[in-house]
């Protein structure tokens, strides 16, 4: 894609976390895009609700500003949480990193999101959801971990930081905000389980069930 559609993809993906309730109450999220080998888009601080085009600065892979306005001081702390799983995984075409609220849940109680709702099937997920130790946001303690997930583990496309939020990554910005939603969904029907006895876990067998239906049907999800 050319730079402008992927920054009209980034818009189109915030404001789709906006409008199904993605974000905390403050409305902070931070969205990134591969752009080509060398760069990123990504967002330059603040709330995501009402995000333009404009509002998005270029990196490079290393996290230095290559083009556009400087970013907020308090974006410094995130870059290298974005920059890093691209260099990781060169097959992810964008990151999003927010405090969905029923993800939260399960992040802040140190509990894994388990695989249970067929619809994270057809996002590739084939294991649960893990919850990376605390650590501050965006140290290098904090990075490592994230990265060890990334590189370690290919079924797995979105990981929880303890005690603080969600990081999803996965093909395109649009992509990415509806893993987000329906990560969010699972958790919130996870929850809702324990009512009646407890979320029950697929199979392993469904996942290669699942792609070849998916494959049989010519569809991405």
């Given amino acids: ?52 085009e404009n509002d998005l600065a270029v990196l490079d892979l290393s996290g230095q500003l290559a083009r556009g306005e400087a970013m907020d001081p308090t974006m410094q702390e995130v870059i290298q949480m974005h920059a890093r ?41 084939t294991e649960a959801i893990p919850v ?17 997930v990334v590189e370690n583990h290919p079924g797995l496309y979105a990981l929880m930081m303890a005690n603080h939020g969600v990081l999803v990554f996965h093909q395109d910005p649009i992509s990415t905000a509806r893993l987000l939603a329906t990560l969010d969904e699972a958790a919130e029907l996870t929850i809702q389980a324990q009512a009646l006895g407890g979320a029950k876990e697929l199979a392993q067998e469904a996942v290669d069930e699942v792609r070849e239906r998916m494959a049989a049907f010519g569809s991405r999800r």
């Fill in 85 to 125: 799983v691209y260099r990781a995984r060169p097959g992810v075409g964008a990151v999003i990193h927010t405090h969905a609220p029923h993800i939260t849940a399960f992040a802040v109680a140190h509990q894994p999101i388990p695989l249970v709702y067929e619809p994270l099937l057809r996002f590739g997920l």
């Fill in 132 to 148: 990376v130790p605390w650590a501050p946001r965006g140290s290098e303690k904090s990075v490592n971990a994230i990265v060890d």
């Fill in 1 to 52: 894609m050319q730079e402008n559609q992927i920054r009209q993809q980034i818009v189109e993906a915030a404001h789709l976390l906006a409008s199904t309730g993605m974000l905390f109450r403050g409305e902070h999220a931070n969205l990134s895009a591969r752009l080509d080998d060398a760069h990123i888009l990504m967002t330059r601080g603040g709330s995501i609700a009402n995000l333009t």
